[in-house]
């Protein structure tokens, strides 16, 4: 079940909960992995689209150059 938290202006925050996501167990793991995992990246998209300032990596995804800082 996808949950979300809105920090807000005034330092409170917004929780949304999203229905939980449907995921399927045919019997191939790989293709279930794959097909279970976009169902939730199209939902974190939903709100990474709508909320962007909000959004935070923990981790690099791209790999700097040489001698630049991030």
């Keep these: 079940m996808p949950v ?5 202006a005034d ?3 917004e929780a949304f909960v999203e ?6 167990n045919t019997g191939n793991l790989h293709d279930d992995v794959r097909s279970g995992m976009g169902k939730v990246v199209r939902v974190v998209e939903r ?3 709508r ?3 909000q959004w935070v ?3 690099p995804v791209w790999k700097l150059p040489e ?3 991030g």
Excluded: W
């Design 57 to 59: 990596m923990f981790e």
């Design 4 to 8: 979300f938290g809105l920090r807000r």
């Design 67 to 69: 001698g630049v800082t």
């Design 11 to 13: 330092g409170s925050f």
């Design 47 to 49: 709100y990474i689209a």
């Design 19 to 24: 229905p939980p996501v449907q995921l399927q």
């Design 51 to 53: 909320y962007p300032e």
